[in-house]
C-alpha cells in the first residue's frame, strides 16, 4: 500500500473541545472520508459537546450528538499526520507530542459566546460551521 493509499489522521485541537474543534472532527469525517480521519480534544475540555453545535451539524445532515469532549492528553501517543488548533488559547497552550508532527493553526471565533437568542447563538454557529468547512476543508485538500 502506497502512502497515497493511507488513511491520514489529524487532530483538532481546542481549549474545551466543545464547539469548534467537534464541528471540524464531523466536517473533516464527512467531506473528507477516505483520505483523512479525524480526531478531536481539548486542552482543558468541557462537560458535554454544546447543544447548538450539534444542532447547527445536524441541519447539514452530520450527527456529532454522540461525541463527548476529550482531554488532549489521551491522544498525546498517537502518530499523528497534522494537528491543528482552531483557537488562540488552545494554540498557546498546545501541549509536546512524544513524535515530531506537523501543527499549524487554522483560528475560528468561539461560537459559545454568542450572545442573544437561541436562533441569534444559532446563527453564529452556522456562521463558524460554514467558515470551518471554506477554510479548513480545503488546507487538509491539498496535503
Same mark, same amino acid.
Given at each position: 500500500m502506497t502512502r497515497s493509499n $493511507?488513511?491520514?489522521k489529524v487532530l483538532i485541537l481546542c481549549t474545551g473541545?466543545?464547539?469548534r474543534s467537534q464541528m471540524a472532527e464531523?466536517?473533516?469525517n464527512h467531506l473528507l472520508r477516505g483520505a483523512w480521519k479525524a480526531f478531536s480534544a481539548g486542552t482543558h475540555p468541557a462537560d458535554r459537546v454544546?447543544?447548538?453545535a450539534v444542532k447547527a451539524m445536524a441541519e447539514v445532515g452530520i450527527d456529532i450528538s454522540g461525541s463527548r469532549p476529550t482531554r488532549v492528553d489521551e491522544l498525546l501517543d498517537?502518530?499523528?499526520d497534522l494537528v491543528i488548533? $482552531?483557537?488562540d488559547s488552545a494554540k498557546e497552550t498546545c501541549p509536546i507530542f512524544p513524535r515530531l508532527v506537523e501543527q499549524i493553526h487554522v483560528g475560528f471565533p468561539d461560537?459559545?459566546?454568542a450572545e442573544g437568542s437561541e436562533e441569534e447563538r444559532l446563527q453564529v454557529f452556522r456562521k463558524v460551521r460554514d467558515d470551518i468547512r471554506e477554510r479548513l476543508i480545503p488546507?487538509?485538500?491539498q496535503r
Open positions: $493511507v488513511l491520514k473541545n466543545s464547539c464531523g466536517l473533516i454544546h447543544p447548538l498517537e502518530p499523528w488548533t $482552531v483557537c461560537p459559545a459566546n488546507e487538509l485538500e
